[in-house]
């Protein structure tokens, strides 16, 4: 299935309890939703330049992802962790200085994060 978007770099994909399936657009500052039948949906994150990676299902029946802005050089500008509702309501929650890449939902009912810049790992209560 082409995603809307030319050059969009989709990266994570994840199962929503929506029954359909969710990604992250590195490239482009959107989350996808992909139905069963091949319907693609894109939602923009509302900040600009940002590169959403990973994305999980997560205890609370929505998606969350990871979302990093780097200048040219490699410098962090922005961190967070995104959560997008199964009707396609994004929020945001700063992660100053930390890189979030990779994303997981544990069994202890959090998220579990990864931080690249700070070599640490990350806990989120949702």
Known sequence: FAVPTAGSSPEG???????????????????GRISPTGTIVEYAIPTPNNAPYEIVAGPDGNLWFTEVTQTSS???????????TPAG????CPIPNSM?????????????FTERASGKIG????
């Open 13 to 31: 994909i994840a199962r929503g309890s929506d029954g359909n399936l969710w990604f992250t657009e590195a490239s482009s500052n959107k989350i």
């Open 74 to 84: 490699g410098t962090i500008v922005d961190s967070k962790i995104g959560r997008i």
């Open 89 to 92: 309501v994004v929020t945001e």
């Open 100 to 112: 979030p890449y990779g994303i997981a939902s544990g069994a202890d009912g959090n998220l579990w």
């Open 123 to 126: 806990l989120l209560a949702p």
